[in-house]
């Protein structure tokens, strides 16, 4: 045999087994519009969410459905921004200077490739189903209740202070003279459009609804007190190229928050992979999903984007909207691009408390009450498992949260 022809016959082999299909191409290609449309106001949040500018969010957006829908063995997954991994990336960035961020984010990005693409190579696919659902459960709702209560300033436009999300809107509750009334009545007509449109056809652009239509009267009325993206920094213009950050960043925080954004992709992943299995007898393979996320990673931070993972949102999307191949995610990913390129400049007009708003609504819908009950009834080590992760999850860094819930499904299945 010909050594030297293996690495032929392998690209080969990938370029054969992401070929567009022709009798998809068109559902595939008008499937990608409204993948890409949702993750405008979803990337946007995300960033906000890891505390950089929302445009990075944006820039995922291409990277992570482009690359990863390359390379995932789940054809519909779409591997793009997700509120876990952007909260995650938030905490291990928040002793970073602001000014430092925008490529502390991207470093942080390519490390948590490095770590999935690692991962997926020594086959730690099989030991995501060892992480006890408690403890998922637990982490999960501590997320959601993070987000919820880490957006309450951004929505309201008062300031705040705080060592973690719940303090961080206590201090709002405590100190209601801070509120300003055009950013909560910003906020609360993009809740109330997102609440209105949700049950609706318009759903699937529902995010964008509230993010322009708010922001559009805020602009009009020339509500110059309501906090707007361009605040926060230079918006870009364009598409943006590809740029290695400076390594000078590099961190012990910076790696253990890496690590942990890994798990959580990782595992969140998995989840995907099992809700859309590809069809007919073909066999999973949790491995090739771990690395395309890797590769979606690096893919991001290269281009100066935040973290992405497999998404239940967007590929929930994805499957809705009729795509059939994993093309309608790589479309997705170009559709981004375009939007990119012709709009990118009224990104700095958005009112930040829409993007609050959309945060909150996507943390109240991802709570699952009813799991949270059924788990509380199963026994008192179910007990223990998802109350001790929540809790460490609303009081303790995203990494220190994500270690103790490793530490306690691995003691579970050691006591099995």
């Not at 189903?129 to 998922?136: A, D, E, G, L, P």
């Not at 590769?295 to 999307?317: C, D, K, P, Q």
Request: charged share 10%.
């Amino acid at each position: 045999m010909d050594v030297s022809r293996l690495p032929v016959a392998a690209v080969g082999r990938w370029l054969r087994s992401v070929r567009p299909e022709r009798a998809h191409l068109r559902a595939d290609l008008v499937a990608g519009l409204p993948g890409a449309i949702s993750s405008v106001p979803d990337g946007m949040a995300a960033a906000v969410l890891a505390g950089v500018n929302p445009v990075q969010g944006l820039y995922a957006g291409f990277a992570g459905p482009i690359v990863g829908g390359l390379s995932s063995n789940t054809r519909m997954m779409v591997i793009t921004t997700t509120s876990a991994a952007a909260l995650a990336a938030g905490s291990a960035l928040q002793n970073v200077p602001a000014d430092q961020r925008p490529q502390a984010v991207s470093l942080l990005a390519i490390l948590a490739g490095i770590a999935l693409v690692a991962a997926g190579i020594l086959r730690l696919g099989r030991y995501t189903r060892f992480v006890s659902y408690s403890v998922m459960i637990g982490f999960l709702t501590g997320v959601s209740v993070n987000i919820f209560c880490g957006q309450i300033a951004g929505l309201t436009g008062a300031s705040t202070h705080g060592d973690f999300p719940l303090a961080k809107a206590a201090n709002v509750l405590i100190h209601p003279g801070n509120i300003q009334l055009a950013s909560l009545l910003t906020g609360l007509s993009a809740l109330a459009i997102l609440l209105v449109l949700a049950r609706t056809r318009l759903s699937v652009v529902s995010a964008l609804i509230a993010l322009v239509i708010p922001t559009a009267v805020v602009v009009l009325a020339g509500a110059e007190t309501v906090a707007r993206v361009g605040d926060q920094g230079d918006i870009p213009r364009g598409i943006p190229l590809p740029h290695l950050p400076d390594i000078r960043l590099f961190s012990f925080s910076l790696v253990t928050g890496a690590l942990a954004m890994a798990v959580i992709i990782l595992v969140q992943g998995a989840g995907v992979a099992e809700a859309v299995p590809n069809p007919g007898n073909a066999q999973p393979n949790p491995n090739q999903d771990i690395i395309a996320q890797g590769a979606g990673n690096l893919a991001a931070g290269f281009f100066r984007g935040i973290g992405v993972g497999g998404s239940v949102g967007s590929t929930a999307l994805n499957v809705t909207v009729g795509g059939k191949t994993r093309w309608a995610t790589i479309w997705a990913g170009v559709w981004m691009l375009i939007i990119l390129a012709l709009f990118s400049g009224l990104v700095e007009k958005i009112a930040v408390p829409t993007l609050g708003a959309i945060l909150i609504f996507a943390a109240i819908g991802s709570l699952r009450p009813g799991e949270v009950a059924t788990i509380l009834r199963t026994g008192r080590t179910s007990q223990v498992l998802v109350i001790t992760t929540f809790a460490a999850t609303l009081f303790l860094p995203v990494a220190a949260a994500v270690g103790i819930g490793v530490a306690l499904s691995l003691l579970l299945q050691l006591n099995q």
